[in-house]
Structures are given as C-alpha cells and as structure tokens.
Nanobody
Framework: QVQLVESGGGLVQSGGSLRLSCAASGFTFSSYDMNWYRQAPGKEREFVAWITSTGGSTTYADSVKGRFTISRDNAKNTAYLQMNSLSPEDTAVYYC?????????????WGQGTQVTVSS
C-alpha cells in the first residue's frame, strides 16, 4: 500500500538547522510532484514547498524562501526538506504530500507528519 514516512524532526535551537526526509513506497514516486506542508498548534495546515517529479522546478512559501530547500532523490524514493536559520515561528508538525502532476486535486497521498520544535 501507499506509504509516506517522514523523519528527521526534533528539537533545535533558534538559528539551527534540520533536514527532514520523506520516504515513499507503494506508488511510482518519480511520477509524482512532492510537497511539504506544516501545521502549527491552533493554526491551519499551510504550504511550505513544492518540487516537480523530475526535480527541475521548485516553489516556496514566502515565509521560508531563502532558508528552506526542497529536494528529492528518485533513485531512493525520498524527498527532503533542508531547513536552515530556524526560528520559533517554524515550530510545527511537518507533512509531506505526494501529488499526481495532472490529477492534483484527486490523486494525492499524505504522510503522518514529524514534529519540529524550535526553541528561542
């Protein structure tokens, strides 16, 4: 069955870095765009970053632009989110999402999330 498993979250001090991983299985990973989202306590889930199936194009939320980098390794069926210059405002549960590049609103999969906590 389809699985997306995030890892790499944890507690880090303000200004620090973390790299999240999203390991995929059960579908053709290289055919799907990959997204990262996050949800802070009491807030709605928000878009963080997007990368196309080939890795040739990326998009970021303004709040993370210049600090976060999304990437993927299709040989390893894994997507990554490198997060630098972290601040307490980045504290959230981070989710990866695989999205079919054509049927974007109907064919997609979510991971279970990984907690990122940034202390001041």
């Amino acid at each position: 069955q389809v699985q997306l498993v995030e890892s790499g979250g944890g507690l880090v001090q303000s200004g620090g870095s973390l790299r999240l991983s999203c390991a995929a299985s059960g579908f053709t990973f290289s055919s799907y765009d990959m997204n990262w989202y996050r949800q802070a306590p009491g807030k709605e889930r928000e878009f963080v970053a997007w990368i196309t199936s080939t890795g040739g194009s990326t998009t970021y939320a303004d709040s993370v632009k210049g600090r976060f980098t999304i990437s993927r390794d299709n040989a390893k069926n894994t997507a990554y989110l490198q997060m630098n210059s972290l601040s307490p405002e980045d504290t959230a549960v981070y989710y990866c999402k695989a999205v079919h590049p054509i049927y974007t609103s109907t064919i997609y999969y979510w991971g279970q999330g990984t907690q990122v906590t940034v202390s001041s």
